[in-house]
């Protein structure tokens, strides 16, 4: 078994769960970084922790499929021998479509990666993380997103319905393990500058939509891997059931 402590990070092959993780291993975390398809960007971001020193392992696995979470936590006993901490950071949005538009297997495709996939995320993490069961307590970071709040009208309701469970999973959850050493927190991204707006069609999203935002600028993934690794450590010891909103004022 390591001495680090462990981070996964779903999703963290690209954009924020990239930064999430380099960020994690910069401050002596071994990270396993989850990914489902572009092997060659997760093998790059362990590569870069290795490079700096840490450790790091990619593990492919999609969280629209339950065996493969079961799976992937398999993984991280097996090649860390413990679990710390886990950032709920995988999601997916779609085209813009407005919800008379809207197909059956694009909604469930919706809530199954975003929601049931998180929520199984967290189950297998609390199952090795609580005092309950044994473990030595932890964190979990869930990346909800300012769409919880403002609905996306006419964009992506279904992803904003999804975030808005993701807040309350955060709440539920923070409240049913705070006695089992778990803190359990979410941050609320606004438009931050990742390739998730190409995967919607709209590659230019982010820089289109500066001049709504009060800070009139996206943001960068960076500053919301700072936001995550504040809430997963110890100087945020009595933090629990919190969304932090990183978005430049929306
Ligand atoms: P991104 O650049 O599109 O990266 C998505 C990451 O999730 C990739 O590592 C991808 O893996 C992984 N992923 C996608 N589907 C998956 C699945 N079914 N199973 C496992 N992994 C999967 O996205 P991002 O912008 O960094 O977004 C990260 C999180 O922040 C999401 O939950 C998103 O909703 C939230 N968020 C983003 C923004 C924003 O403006 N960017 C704003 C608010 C909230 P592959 O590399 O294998 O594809």
Same mark, same amino acid.
């Given at each position: 078994?390591?001495?680090?402590? @462990?981070?996964?990070?779903?999703?963290?092959?690209?954009?924020?769960?990239?930064?999430?993780?380099?960020?994690?291993?910069?401050? *002596?975390?071994? $990270?396993? $970084?989850?990914?489902?398809?572009?092997?060659?960007?997760?093998?790059?971001?362990?590569?870069?922790?290795?490079?700096?020193?840490?450790?790091?392992?990619? %593990?492919? /696995?999609?969280?629209?499929?339950?065996? &493969? +979470?079961?799976?992937?936590? &398999?993984?991280?006993?097996?090649?860390?021998?413990?679990? =710390?901490?886990?950032?709920?950071?995988?999601?997916?949005?779609?085209?813009?479509?407005? !919800?008379?538009?809207?197909?059956?297997?694009?909604?469930?495709?919706?809530?199954? !990666?975003?929601?049931?996939?998180? +929520?199984?995320?967290?189950? &297998?993490?609390?199952?090795?993380?609580?005092?309950?069961?044994?473990?030595?307590?932890?964190?979990? @970071?869930?990346?909800?997103?300012?769409?919880?709040?403002?609905?996306?009208?006419?964009?992506? $309701?279904?992803? /904003?319905?999804?975030?808005?469970?993701?807040?309350?999973?955060?709440?539920?959850? /923070?409240?049913?393990? /705070?006695?089992?050493?778990?803190?359990?927190?979410? %941050?609320?991204?606004?438009?931050?500058?990742? =390739? !998730?707006?190409?995967? *919607?069609?709209?590659? =230019?999203?982010?820089?289109?939509?500066?001049?709504? %935002?009060?800070?009139?600028?996206?943001?960068?993934?960076?500053?919301?891997?700072?936001?995550?690794?504040?809430?997963?450590?110890?100087?945020?010891?009595? +933090?629990?059931?919190? %969304?932090? =909103?990183?978005?430049?004022?929306?």
């Amino acid at each position: 078994m390591t001495e680090a402590p @462990v981070l996964l990070v779903t999703g963290g092959s690209r954009g924020i769960g990239a930064a999430v993780s380099l960020l994690a291993a910069s401050r *002596g975390w071994h $990270v396993a $970084v989850n990914y489902t398809s572009n092997q060659k960007a997760a093998e790059e971001v362990v590569a870069a922790i290795e490079a700096a020193g840490g450790k790091g392992v990619a %593990i492919k /696995a999609d969280l629209g499929n339950a065996a &493969e +979470i079961v799976s992937m936590f &398999e993984v991280v006993d097996k090649h860390f021998g413990r679990l =710390d901490g886990l950032v709920n950071n995988a999601g997916i949005v779609d085209i813009p479509q407005r !919800i008379d538009e809207m197909s059956a297997e694009r909604v469930e495709r919706m809530m199954r !990666i975003n929601v049931t996939g998180s +929520i199984l995320c967290a189950g &297998e993490a609390v199952r090795r993380m609580s005092t309950k069961h044994g473990g030595r307590g932890g964190a979990i @970071v869930n990346i909800s997103s300012m769409a919880a709040k403002l609905g996306s009208p006419g964009q992506y $309701v279904d992803y /904003a319905a999804s975030k808005a469970a993701i807040d309350t999973l955060t709440i539920g959850l /923070a409240r049913e393990v /705070a006695t089992e050493g778990i803190r359990v927190n979410a %941050i609320r991204p606004g438009v931050i500058d990742t =390739d !998730i707006h190409a995967s *919607g069609g709209l590659p =230019d999203r982010a820089r289109e939509m500066a001049s709504s %935002i009060p800070m009139q600028r996206p943001g960068r993934a960076e500053e919301v891997a700072d936001a995550v690794l504040y809430l997963l450590s110890p100087t945020a010891s009595y +933090i629990t059931g919190a %969304i932090l =909103d990183v978005s430049g004022g929306r």
